[in-house]
């Protein structure tokens, strides 16, 4: 019988295989994406602690500043309220300030003003005590920690005050800040610490605050200010004229043949006709559209808009800085290359790396350079006149955008209302008051009906313990017995209107330390130098109201056409009576009227503070190029031939006089001081022209 043969074969199955692979590489796959998946998920859990640090980092350090922005209102605001007679703040005054151990024999009076915003239970004795009542009133004060409750704390043996947190949100565990003020034991600073938290992240700052006294404005004065061509005043301008002493209006003073509160002229009238009908037509838009009283228009204003489109083909924002002031109108009318620059010395703007460029204004040396050379720190370095403050326009021989002009960089602040001021002179204040005023960011660039506390009332009274200082430092009667030569000159020297004449002794190239100048000298000094203290006698008890003028004489040829002149009495009979009864028949040899001459001061002038002003008998004019130097470090003393004698002649004077130097070049209330020449004088190098540099308060 015969069987089939089977044949048995042994293979692997294709599918099987497949499968087999898929399992491999799907699970390689998984492992792979799951790694991947694990350490995006770590990198992303990364990114996220590390953006909620930088999160946190970024909130504390605004924390911390914000705390340091808020110290400085709240000292700023506190320290207003102490009013204290004393001038100078050293380190003893000022620490009994802050920690309340004022000695008002020692130290002089202080006041202490009521709160501005809160209510405190306790009047506080010092600084630090107010700055922890302002503190304890703050609504916005969390807890953090235990103990935050319990706080501000005061320690009166270190002068520190601790602050509770403040809460920057209204949310639970919002970001804040803690302040800490310091006093430094060495001198009269508080050093202020902030820490700034958010979370558990912390960042602290520190900045120290001197305590000071000082006038803040440029320019403040219980009469009226006239600024006029070619001045540039760098800080605010206050007057109180127009209200009396206890701030109510003096209708009287505001009428019309009185004059106004404050007269500011233009730089830019006078030098071309056809300008002057430009400013003409600028003035008149500015008096009628200005809403903020700057002095200038924006082209985008609304309302100031529309005082543009009165002129639009005069009235040009030139500079491109959002303004249109009077420099505009002058930069457009000579600017002849319509290149937004006006040339006034093509020598300098070479020099400056302007390449060769054509003159295109010469009317006013004097003008030109007083704008180019307008802050020297363009670059706000510390370094005034660098090669990179030329490069932002200091001193390149153009006028452009880059000088910044304004004719006064600081508010104007009035005692008295606008309208009382415009209703009395019936006419719009800033008809008087012309060119543009560049105030702080945060002010406003006119105020009126300012208050006791932001225009403060500056008297003579508050100037007589310096004033008694320099009297005893002055000790040198060094005087010639006989003058050089002796000439006569019209007083005010210069003017064409001259009020007066006297016969001066004169004295030249002398040197003078500590001198004292008796009553009824009334000389010309020439070219002399004053080391020191230069102290001015006069007649304190002047109260006769002739006193002023008897004794003034008047000039006349004689006879005509002969070139002699004779100097009569200008009023005949006119006597004055003097403290002690005696009558006499003229009051210039109880007085003094001096005329400084090229002459360099290292030190301070002073003099006798005179009980009524008389500005024909007592007044001191400085004209040429008068100097003054107190400073070693002084830049101008590089250029001064005599720099280095100077130099020796300041290191010289005895520390604790120097300092009292330091205070004021000039310190003479109830004397006319006139600064300067009655014309507009140019050398023939501007450079030489002349100039007076005057430091410190001026008092006069």
């Known amino acids: ?290 809403v903020k009283g700057d002095g200038r228009l924006r082209p985008n204003h609304p309302i100031e808009g529309q005082g543009v489109q009165q002129a639009p083909d005069v009235l040009v924002d030139y500079t491109g800085d959002g303004y249109i002031t009077d420099f505009d109108l002058f930069l457009k009318h000579y600017d002849s290359t319509g290149d937004g620059r006006v040339v006034y010395d093509p020598a300098l703007a070479a020099e400056a790396g302007h390449g060769t460029l054509p003159l295109e204004f010469d009317d006013d040396l004097q003008l030109a350079r007083l704008i180019d050379t307008a802050f020297p720190d363009r670059t706000g370095d510390g370094e005034k006149g660098t090669a990179y403050d030329v490069a932002y326009g200091y001193r390149d021989g153009i006028l452009d955008a880059r000088d910044m002009y304004a004719k006064v960089h600081g508010r104007l602040a009035f005692a008295v209302a606008r309208d009382d001021w415009e209703d009395a002179q019936g006419i719009n204040y800033q008809e008087e008051v012309m060119g543009p005023i560049r105030a702080e960011q945060d002010e406003s660039p006119v105020l009126f009906e300012a208050d006791e506390d932001t225009l403060r009332e500056v008297n003579t ?118 403290s002690n009864g005696e009558v006499v028949t003229d009051t210039k040899p109880y007085s003094n009227n001096i005329r400084f001459h090229d002459c360099t001061f290292i030190g301070t002038i002073s003099g006798h503070k005179p009980n009524a002003y008389t500005h024909w008998r007592n007044k001191v004019q400085m004209t040429g190029d008068t100097r003054y130097y107190i400073d070693p470090e002084d830049p101008g003393l590089e250029d001064d031939p005599q720099g280095d004698e100077i130099i020796d002649a300041i290191e010289s004077i005895d520390e604790p006089h120097l300092e009292e130097m330091h205070k004021s070049s000039i310190l003479m209330p109830g004397w006319s001081i006139n600064v300067g020449s009655f014309t507009n004088v140019i050398a023939e190098d501007p450079q030489d022209t002349p100039r007076v540099n005057l430091k410190g308060t001026i008092v006069a």
């Open 1 to 290: 019988m015969t069987y089939p043969v089977h044949h048995t074969y042994l293979c692997r199955s294709p599918d099987r295989t497949r499968r087999g692979v898929s399992s491999v590489l799907a699970m390689m796959f998984l492992v792979i994406f799951s790694s991947l998946a694990a350490a995006m998920a770590v990198v992303a859990q990364g990114n996220l602690r590390t953006a909620d640090s930088y999160l946190k980092v970024s909130r504390a350090m605004s924390a911390a500043e914000t705390g340091l922005v808020f110290a400085t209102r709240r000292l700023d605001k506190e320290a207003r309220r102490f009013v204290v007679d004393k001038g100078v703040i050293d380190q003893e005054f000022g620490h009994a300030l802050w920690m309340g151990q004022v000695n008002p024999s020692q130290h002089g009076e202080i006041t202490v003003l009521p709160p501005d915003g809160y209510d405190e239970n306790v009047k506080p004795d010092g600084i630090m005590h107010a700055i922890a009542n302002a503190h304890l009133a703050d609504g916005h004060n969390i807890v953090v920690d235990a103990g935050d409750g319990a706080l501000p704390s005061v320690n009166d043996d270190t002068g520190t005050v601790i602050a509770p947190p403040v809460g920057l949100t209204d949310e639970e565990n919002p970001a804040h800040f803690r302040l800490r003020y310091q006093l430094l034991a060495d001198e009269p600073v508080v050093r202020v610490t902030s820490q700034g938290f958010d979370g558990n992240v912390s960042r602290t700052l520190q900045l120290d605050f001197r305590i000071d006294k000082r006038i803040e404005y440029a320019v403040v004065s219980p009469n009226r200010i006239m600024i006029g061509k070619n001045v540039r005043v760098e800080g605010p301008l206050g007057s109180r004229y127009g209200v009396n002493n206890d701030g109510t209006p003096n209708y009287s003073d505001l009428e019309a043949t009185h004059g106004h509160p404050m007269i500011v002229r233009s730089d830019f009238y006078y030098l071309d006709d056809a300008l002057d009908d430009k400013l003409d037509v600028f003035f008149d838009v500015v008096a009628e559209y200005d």
């Open 461 to 578: 009274d508050m100037f007589n313990a310096s004033m008694n200082v320099f009297d005893d430092i002055a000790v040198n009667y060094d005087l010639p017995s006989e003058p050089d030569y002796k000439v006569w000159e019209e007083v005010a020297y210069g003017s064409v209107g001259a009020y007066d004449y006297f016969e001066r002794p004169v004295y030249e190239d002398m040197t003078f330390e500590n001198l004292r100048i008796p009553k009824g000298t009334n000389a010309l000094f020439k070219n002399c130098t004053f080391i020191g203290v230069t102290f001015i006698e006069t007649e304190i008890a002047n109260d006769d109201p002739n006193w002023n003028y008897v004794g003034a004489v008047e000039r006349r040829e004689h006879p005509p056409g002969s070139g002699d002149y004779i100097y009569p009495p200008k009023f005949a009979g006119m006597t004055a009576e003097r």
